[in-house]
Nanobody, 123 residues
């Protein structure tokens, strides 16, 4: 049974930083592309960032480029999302996602999801 478990969310003031983690179990982690989506209240789930299985290729949504950094540690079956200079618009539940080939930028096609971790940014 595949499990993706996120942690690190919280309530922070605008301009602050948070570091999210997602640890995977039940899959060959090093063979999966990983990433993060988010869903704000009343909105659809949207792509944030993805990282290839080798960590060699990353791709960011324009809204987070330059502020967020994704990384992975295959030995720990974990990915990280360092979020700097957070804005109220970043408020959402952040979901870890896994895909066997290329993580899509649309939610459809993701193989596995975590249950999410909430990030709230106040001004």
């Amino acid at each position: 049974q595949v499990q993706l478990v996120e942690s690190g969310g919280g309530l922070v003031q605008a301009g602050a930083s948070l570091n999210l983690s997602c640890t995977a179990a039940g899959l060959t982690f090093s063979k999966y592309a990983m990433g993060w989506f988010r869903q704000a209240p009343g909105k659809e789930r949207e792509f944030v960032v993805r990282i290839s299985w080798s960590a060699g290729i990353t791709y960011y949504a324009d809204s987070v480029k330059g502020r967020f950094t994704i990384s992975r540690d295959n030995a720990k079956s974990t990915i990280y999302l360092q979020m700097n200079n957070l804005k109220p618009a970043d408020t959402a539940v952040y979901y870890c996602a896994a895909a066997a080939v290329l993580l899509p930028i649309e939610p459809k096609g993701v193989d596995y999801w975590g249950k999410g971790t909430r990030v709230t940014v106040f001004s």
